[in-house]
Each structure stands twice: as C-alpha cells, then as structure tokens.
C-alpha cells in the first residue's frame, strides 16, 4: 500500500535544490531509517546524501556522503553514481552502488559504520553491470549476492559468492526475464533480501516494453534460506505498478523501482523505498506474512 505522505523526499528537499533524489538503498542505523539518496543536484552532478526519519516516513536530508565517482577514465562525474543498496552485516554497512559510463555501467563497493566515514573497496564487477544487493548473512561461508547483467539494455538475475566481497564467482542464473508479461523485458534486483521464517524475501523490479518505453514494475520471490540459488516460490503479479502520478509522470515515467526494504513500524511490517519516475523517492508497506503467502 503506498503511503499517504508520498512522495516522502522530492527535489525542494535536497539542500541547494536538485534536478531528482531517486533509487536510494534503505536501512536501520540507531533507532532510525536511513536512506542513502541518490541526487543530482542542478547542474546535473551526482550526489549521495545522507537522509534519516524516526518514523520512516519524515525524513531530515543531513549531509552530503562525500562519496564521489571515480577520477579515472573512462567513469567521469557526468555519467553518473546512483541506485544505491545498503546490507546491514554485523555492524558494518555495505553499500553497492553504480557508476555509469560509456562503456558500460559497473558496481562500486563501499562500507560505512556510521554513515559519516565511508571506505572503499573498489569494483566488485566488470563492466556491464547494473544492479547487485548482498545478502545480510554469510551462507555456507561465503558472502552472496544477486546482480543484474545489462546485456543489450536488458538483464536477467543472477546468483554469486564470494570469500572476502571481492572475489566473485560460482555465478548461476536465478530468474530469467519473461516469466510474466509485466516483466518481459528485464529484471534485476531491488531490495537486500529479508530474511523470513518461510525464506529470502526478495523484492525485485521488473520491465515491459510499452508503446512509449519501459515501464517498470515491482515483485517479489523467496529463496531457499540454506541454498540462495533455489527459488522457492514467486508472486506472479506485480505488487506495485505505476499508477500514481508522481510514478506515471517524472524524467522517467511510469516508474517504481525498489531499492530498500526495512521492518520497521508494526509486528511484521515491511516498508519497501522505491524511486518514482526518476524524480522522487516514495514508500509503500506490506505484511511481510501476505508478501510471503502471495509468493507460494
């Protein structure tokens, strides 16, 4: 259910102003929700501000991260960081995120424990990629995420490991686009998954080419708690599709793209952040146990 107050953080909320604050991965950090903004400001120069709410519906933008793209070729400042995802592990932060470029997109990784000092690991992809959330557990030993190929302006998600988060391998396809027509031409993952009594509860986006572009869906699976890699059941409709304005009108319309998932508020409820239209970030809850059941 989308919330009344949508959309929670827009533009005119970013200190100076910005052209859009979209795509920001989501968690909880001393008694409060953190959201790590992806911003351009006016001048269209990337940002990732630091945004925090008691309630996980009012939130104060702080500061700015400090965390900027890469001064090497080809990653210069114009071709963009966004879409960020943070995985709580212990009590370190691990934030991915992407940094675009003409010659394909890569994720960076970074890790924070206090959202004021960041340290950086470096890539943890080769290009094309575009989306990764790592699991909040180590697996069998191993650290596990899912990613998402851009192969062709399209992608499926896939499953790989790692001893020390940078060293990637034993990479294996989870779900491929097409399943349903909602999700035909590209998926990859949104939120870190959510551990659950009944599995990994994965929310993911999903795309369909329309007359006039993609229009991007959200949805959700569960994953085997010991085995990642196998899915144990999948929602087959989308669980928000762009209806509301602010999603179907914006720098890219018809638009929800989920990137953080926190329980937080009452016994069992999921708030899910998702981009709007490429402009604004929004929420909507859901009962982890009707998102589980909907799954299976």
Not at 163 to 186: C, F, Q
Not at 245 to 262: L, R, S
Request: with cysteine.
């Amino acid at each position: 259910m989308r919330h009344a107050n949508n959309p929670l953080i827009k533009p005119s909320d970013i200190p100076g102003g910005a052209a859009c604050v979209f795509n920001s991965g989501a968690t909880f950090y001393q008694g409060k929700v953190i959201l790590l903004l992806s911003v351009w400001d006016r001048q269209w120069v990337p940002h990732f501000y630091v945004a925090d709410s008691a309630d996980g519906i009012h939130f104060t933008v702080s500061h700015d991260s400090g965390i900027a793209p890469p001064g090497e070729f080809p990653y210069v400042p114009h071709e963009g960081i966004f879409d960020t995802r943070i995985t709580e592990l212990d009590g370190r932060y691990l934030i991915t995120y992407n940094v675009g470029s003409s010659y394909g997109g890569r994720i960076m990784l970074v890790e924070t424990r206090d959202f004021v000092k960041f340290s950086e690991f470096g890539f943890i992809t080769p290009p094309d990629h575009r989306n990764c959330v790592i699991f909040p557990e180590i697996i069998k030993g191993n650290y596990v995420r899912l990613e998402r190929q851009n192969v062709n302006d399209a992608g499926d998600i896939y499953i790989s490991r790692s001893p020390d988060l940078i060293h990637w391998g034993r990479t294996e396809l989870l779900l491929a686009r097409n399943a349903r027509y909602w999700e035909s031409a590209k998926i990859g993952p949104g939120a870190p998954p959510i551990k659950t009594d009944k599995g990994w509860l994965v929310i993911y986006h999903g795309a369909r080419s329309g007359m006039n572009g993609y229009i991007y869906n959200a949805g959700c699976l569960l994953l085997d708690l010991e085995d990642p890699g196998r899915i144990v059941g999948k929602c087959q409709e989308p669980i928000l599709s762009p209806q509301a304005d602010y999603e179907q009108v914006g720098i890219t319309p018809n638009v929800v793209f989920p990137t953080g998932a926190v329980v937080h508020g009452q016994p069992g409820e999921l708030k899910v952040y998702y981009g709007a239209a490429d402009t604004v970030m929004a929420m909507a809850t859901g009962e982890i146990s009707e998102l589980t059941a909907a799954c299976v």
